[in-house]
């Protein structure tokens, strides 16, 4: 079955600890990103990967690191996390820049 | 600040009635992106109109383009409580990023 799968999908942290929330897709897409969710603010780019070893940032990058060494996986790092980072959190493909997003089921994420 | 803006913000019908959103952006885009999100789940894709195009179906959906006054509506005919769900526009500009609005939330009352 063609998904994105992201894991975990519930995480509970405390502010300074680092975590990797991980994203892999089984569609050989070129393109991945991450995005967030938050209420009166909708869906906001964090980072996205046009190919293996090319990512790039999105609108709200501060505080995130990514990483695509393999096709599939593009993991989302926060190095020292904030309670400014809690949120919902999606990472998405496509088979290019220009087409449909196939996303992942989400991760709530809450920093203590 | 977000280049898709969607209206209403909240839109409640009856079913079998239509709904129609609306979504409006600020810069110029290579094409215009629907998506449906059911409560806290991932986002699914309905609709992808390129800018050359000014009118797409698919079953139900009805969605139309005008670049001139850069802006989208949303058309869902024949409504079904199944609807009731988050429904966002996404702009996709010369880059490869994707700018999504504040989203509307349908409700398609039985």
């Known amino acids: 079955e063609a998904q994105v799968t992201q894991n975990p999908r519930y995480l509970i942290t405390v502010t300074g600890k680092k975590l990797t929330v991980t994203c892999s897709q089984n569609?050989?897409?070129?393109?991945m990103s991450w995005y967030r969710q938050d209420p009166g603010l909708g869906l906001r780019q964090i980072y996205y990967?046009?190919?293996?070893?090319?990512?790039d940032k999105g609108d709200v990058p501060e505080g995130y690191k990514v990483s695509r060494k393999e096709k599939r996986n593009f993991p989302l790092i926060l190095e020292s996390p904030s309670p400014n980072q809690t949120s919902l959190y999606f990472c998405?493909?496509?088979?290019?820049?220009?087409?449909?997003?196939?996303f992942g089921p989400g991760t709530r994420l809450l920093v203590l | 600040s977000q280049q898709g803006e969607e209206d209403p913000q909240a839109l409640s019908i009856q079913e079998g009635e239509n709904a129609t959103m609306n979504c409006s952006y600020k810069t110029s885009i290579n094409n215009l992106q629907w998506y449906r999100q059911n409560s806290g789940r991932g986002l699914v894709h309905l609709i992808l109109?390129?800018?050359?195009?000014r009118e797409k179906h698919s079953g139900r959906l009805r969605v139309t383009l005008d670049t001139s006054k850069k802006s989208s509506s949303l058309l869902i005919t024949a409504s079904r409580a199944a609807d009731t769900a988050s429904y966002f526009c996404?702009?996709?500009?010369?880059?490869?990023?994707?700018?999504f609005g504040e989203g509307t939330q349908l409700t398609v009352n039985p």
């Open positions: 569609m050989n897409h070129e393109y």
């Open positions: 998405a493909s496509s088979p290019d820049r220009g087409r449909d997003q196939y």
């Open positions: 990967s046009m190919n293996v070893e090319v990512t």
């Open positions: 996404a702009t996709q500009t010369s880059g490869s990023r994707l700018t």
């Open positions: 109109i390129r800018s050359n195009e």
